[in-house]
């Protein structure tokens, strides 16, 4: 399998329609916002999504967030996680449930969902938020959001398929 650009699958990144039943919809139901981003790529090997969450949030474009996160770490005590909880982003992404193709995440006002799904012989690869409420700082970032999740998400799939090919 070739491997694409980030620039290239930064291209095939596209804005999706919230999958019926999927753990988005459930939990964005009483969200104040709710995107969702998809790219779809031929079949390499069997869909795994928490190995998708490891390649998102170690990807080359979430490590602006990263040092965010750890600076907000040394200053912000975080609740402890239950016991075997998982999380991630220095502890601020905490999955809540996890299916064979879904994960969510929780980080206090926002939440976060990731899919990986085999149809035929593609797989679809999704990234969404939910925004519990939208305040006027919030109303204001959501057009840089919405670059940054497709970037993200690019790179992040990027990561995975580099990971799959090794």
């Keep these: 399998m070739s491997k694409p650009t980030h620039r290239a699958l930064y291209s095939e990144v596209k804005h999706c329609i919230i999958p019926k039943g999927s753990l988005l919809e459930k939990h964005g ?3 104040a916002f709710v995107d969702c981003y998809q790219v779809t790529r031929s079949l390499g090997s069997t869909p795994n999504v928490k190995v998708f969450a490891d390649s998102f949030y ?3 474009a979430f490590y602006p967030e990263s040092w965010v996160l750890w600076a907000a770490s040394r200053f912000y005590k975080l609740p402890p996680l239950t016991e075997g909880g998982q999380s991630y982003g220095y502890g601020f992404f905490r999955v809540v449930r996890v299916t064979d193709t879904e994960l969510i995440m929780d980080s206090g ?3 976060t969902w990731m899919s ?3 149809d035929g012989d593609v797989l679809n690869y999704s990234f969404g938020s939910i ?3 939208t305040g006027f700082l919030a109303r204001l970032l959501i057009p840089p959001h919405r670059w940054y999740s497709k970037l993200l998400l690019a790179s992040a799939v990027g ?3 580099s990971k799959k090919d090794a």
Excluded: I, P
Aim: hydrophobic content about 15%.
């Design 131 to 133: 925004l519990k409420t």
């Design 159 to 161: 990561k995975y398929e």
């Design 29 to 31: 139901a009483k969200g």
């Design 58 to 60: 170690s990807c080359n």
């Design 116 to 118: 990986v799904e085999r």
């Design 109 to 111: 006002g926002t939440q």
